[in-house]
């Protein structure tokens, strides 16, 4: 992809992030007034359990979409990816039942939140390998479409349901309401043929050996993403427990509206990134001129984002929420680095997966993972915790981005 392709596509992908997080940003300020910060905190940790278990069910398979060339092998690594799924969620509904009549920290979530746990687990999966199938097929304009469903759903149901049930039941409703809006609209606009089941006999052995060529995924980067999204949910668990529901609250406000936007911006140019690594990994053996050009987009864009979040949060938070989630300002400033670092070195980490990095890419999530429980294992602060938390995380994303820099150079395959 030449640089004027790849900044048309890259836009095209903005345009419809930017409409896709304006529908949550603007909700958030309905949100925050409907709900009390305990219920907001409830609510986060148990997306955050739903989450991890969406990892799981997928086996991080989707990322070999990309890595299929056009045409019919991607379309069945897509077939392959719903059929994987499925499989997954007796396993997980025995997981689930089992877990709730034995473990009893798990009997904390309401029977509601446990109930609709399976279907939100389901659902993001799903949502997530539609996304990684548009992305892959250079489908922008579709890709954009499904997030604003799923982001005008959630947002939506999540305003509608405060207003006649402010509980932490009537946001995990929107959620997975929104999500199932989102899935509905991708398989509307990319729908996938029952004919690429079909022989039943004959797709078994291809998806055998669909698991078997992309066995490192499943081995490495499912650990490593797990671990990835444990170490990001932990917070809000030690915050909780240690320090209670109202801090979780502002944590959880300050992720949905800092956190969550710069990722997904990042992952804007992720979705153009992983296409044009990929091709450029195929036809000259490295991505290092990709790497390059991306990195300093990035970067220009990060910098900006931590200056004008850090000049503002404080006061931004007390006018667009109400002086009770102040603080929740205060914590976006402690957490800025760690979300700027993330925003550039978290793409820029698809290389590790073209390259077939995986197991450098677990090695350095078990580091991070090991960081952030030496952080709030601690005994700190609060606000302590949160400052070393913060700044961990960000030099470790400055190792991440040596260990992708080198792995684009095509010299670790």
Not at 12 to 21: E, I, Y
Not at 26 to 39: C, D, H, N, Q, T
Not at 41 to 55: E, F, S, Y
Not at 59 to 79: H, S
Request: glycine share 10%.
């Amino acid at each position: 992809m030449t640089t004027g392709g790849f900044f048309r596509s890259t836009r095209t992908v903005l345009l419809g992030m930017t409409v896709a997080q304006a529908i949550p940003l603007l909700g958030s300020l309905a949100i925050a007034r409907l709900y009390v910060p305990a219920e907001f905190g409830a609510v986060a940790t148990w997306q955050g359990v739903v989450t991890t278990a969406a990892i799981l069910v997928t086996g991080q398979l989707e990322q070999a979409l990309v890595i299929e060339a056009d045409g019919e092998p991607r379309k069945f690594a897509m077939a392959a990816m719903l059929a994987t799924i499925c499989g997954a969620a007796a396993g997980l509904l025995v997981i689930v039942l089992g877990a709730y009549l034995v473990v009893p920290d798990v009997r904390h979530f309401s029977p509601g939140l446990v109930l609709a746990f399976l279907p939100a687990t389901m659902l993001l999966a799903l949502y997530q390998i539609w996304q990684s199938w548009a992305a892959a097929e250079g489908l922008y304009r579709v890709l954009s479409w499904i997030r604003i469903a799923q982001a005008l759903g959630v947002t939506g149901i999540q305003v509608l349901a405060g207003l006649l049930i402010p509980s932490a039941l009537g946001l995990a409703m929107g959620y997975v309401l929104g999500l199932l809006l989102g899935v509905v609209v991708a398989s509307y606009m990319m729908p996938v043929s029952p004919h690429s089941f079909l022989p039943w006999a004959g797709f078994k052995v291809k998806l055998r050996a669909f698991w078997t060529k992309h066995r490192r995924f499943p081995l490495f980067a499912l650990p490593a993403n797990f671990i990835n999204t444990a170490a990001a949910q932990l917070p809000l668990l030690f915050i909780s427990s240690r320090f209670g529901l109202e801090f979780s609250g502002f944590y959880a406000l300050v992720v949905r509206i800092l956190g969550g936007p710069i990722s997904l911006l990042g992952t804007a140019l992720l979705d153009v990134f992983k296409r044009s690594a990929a091709t450029s990994w195929r036809e000259f053996g490295n991505c290092r001129e990709v790497y390059l050009r991306t990195f300093w987009i990035l970067a220009g864009l990060g910098i900006a984002l931590a200056l004008g979040v850090i000049l503002v949060a404080e006061s931004l938070f007390g006018w667009a929420f109400g002086e009770t989630w102040r603080q929740a300002g205060v914590i976006a400033t402690w957490l800025m680095p760690m979300f700027a670092m993330r925003f550039v070195a978290s793409p820029l980490s698809y290389v590790l997966y073209i390259a077939g990095g995986q197991r450098t890419d677990l090695m350095w999530q078990c580091g991070l993972l090991g960081m952030t429980l030496l952080v709030f294992m601690a005994g700190m602060s609060f606000e302590a915790s949160i400052k070393a938390y913060a700044a961990g995380y960000a030099g470790m994303y400055i190792i991440y981005l040596l260990l992708s820099y080198r792995y684009s150079k095509g010299k670790y395959t």
